[in-house]
């Protein structure tokens, strides 16, 4: 099929550290201030595109994905008669 991306692993006997990636190399980064992390990424894997010897760069950081983080007052919601489903 045109455009599609096959990335067959061929992961290592002994696999020290970090995450099983379709890379044969990989490399982290992190970072307090997620703003400047996901402001960082993308100038990353540009520099190392465009660097002779690199092939491939991508990144499994998922910038676009919108995230959302709830904080429950148990208190009030108890009193509302909500409840943790089972």
Do not use: H
Not at 10 to 20: E, F, Q, W
Not at 38 to 53: F, N, R, T
Not at 55 to 60: A, E, F, G, L, N
Request: charged share 20%; net charge negative.
């Amino acid at each position: 099929m045109p455009g599609i991306n096959v990335f067959l692993p061929n992961p290592p006997v002994i696999r020290m550290g970090g995450m099983l990636t379709k890379a044969l190399y990989q490399f982290s980064l992190q970072d307090t201030d997620t703003k400047e992390l996901y402001d960082a990424v993308p100038k990353l894997i540009q520099g190392m595109s465009e660097l002779p010897g690199f092939q491939d760069v991508t990144s499994d950081l998922l910038v676009q994905n919108p995230e959302l983080t709830v904080e429950i007052n148990r208190d009030r919601a108890s009193s509302l008669g909500v409840t943790r489903p089972d």
